[in-house]
C-alpha cells in the first residue's frame, strides 16, 4: 500500500489537465485565511468543480491499496502509450509521477492553474519532512511551534484538519523557496503560503492511516523514495 498514492496522484491529474488553468486559475486576489478540512485551494484541487468530481478521499480509512491509485495509467500517460522510460512502480513510481508533471510544465508557454501549484509544492513539503527528521521529528517541530492541537488533528482519523495560518508559514518553510514557487508556478506568494497551510496537515493526514506513529518507518522510507526519484528527474531538489 502506498500512503501518499491516492494524493500525489490526484494531484498529478489536476496538474496535467488542460482545464486546470481555467478552472482554477492561479494569481487570483486571495485572502489567506485559516481553513479547514481540504481548505480553498487543495480542495478546488483534487475535488474540481461541481461538475468536476475527482475520486479523492480524504478519509485515512478509507486507502485502497497499491493498484487502485491509477499509478500505471498516469504513468503511461505521461511518457505515451505503456512505454515507461524507465520510470519504477510503487513508491519510487509517485516520484516519478511528480517529476514528469513538474519536467512539463517547464516546457509549457506560460503557467498551469493551482493543481500545478500544489504539484510544486508536494516535493517542497515532502523534503521538509525529511530534513526535519523524518515524519515523527517534523511533527515534533510542528508541535513544539505551538501547533499541537492542529498536529493532532492532521493524524486524526475522524476530524478535519485544522489547518495552519498562511501568515504563520514561514516559521516553518523558507521565504526563498516560498518565493522559488511562486517565480516557477505563475502564482502569488499569498496563493503559496495557503497551499502550504493546506497540504502540509493533508500529507501529515495520509502518512498516519491509524492515527499514530506506528508505521512512521515506512512513510519515511516512502518519503526518501519519492524525493530521491523527484531527485533523479529534476536534477536537483531545492
Known sequence: MSLLGNLITQVARSA????????????????????GGLGDILGGVLTGSRNQTREY???????????GFGLDDILGGLT???????????????????????GSQRTRSGFGGKGMLVAALMPMVLSWIQRNGG????????????????????MSN?????????NDVSRLFDENEIQQVAAHTGANDVEVRQ???ELL????????????????S??????????SQLSSRLGTLK
Open 16 to 35: 496535467m489537465d488542460p482545464e486546470d488553468y481555467k478552472r482554477n486559475p492561479v494569481n487570483q486576489n486571495i485572502n489567506p485565511r485559516r481553513t
Open 57 to 67: 478521499n480524504p478519509q485515512q480509512y478509507d486507502k485502497q491499496p497499491g493498484n
Open 80 to 102: 505515451g502509450g505503456n512505454q515507461r522510460g524507465g520510470m519504477s512502480s510503487g513508491a519510487g513510481g509517485l516520484g516519478d509521477i511528480l517529476g514528469s508533471v513538474l
Open 135 to 154: 515524519l515523527s521529528g517534523a511533527l515534533s517541530k510542528v508541535t513544539g511551534m505551538g501547533y499541537d492541537n492542529q498536529a493532532r488533528s492532521w
Open 158 to 166: 475522524h476530524e478535519l484538519n485544522d489547518n495552519l495560518d498562511p
Open 195 to 197: 497551499g502550504l497551510a
Open 201 to 216: 496537515p493533508e500529507v501529515f493526514n495520509q502518512l498516519t492511516p491509524h492515527g499514530n506513529l506506528d508505521n512512521e
Open 218 to 227: 515506512e512513510a519515511n522510507q516512502e518519503i526518501d523514495q519519492i524525493v
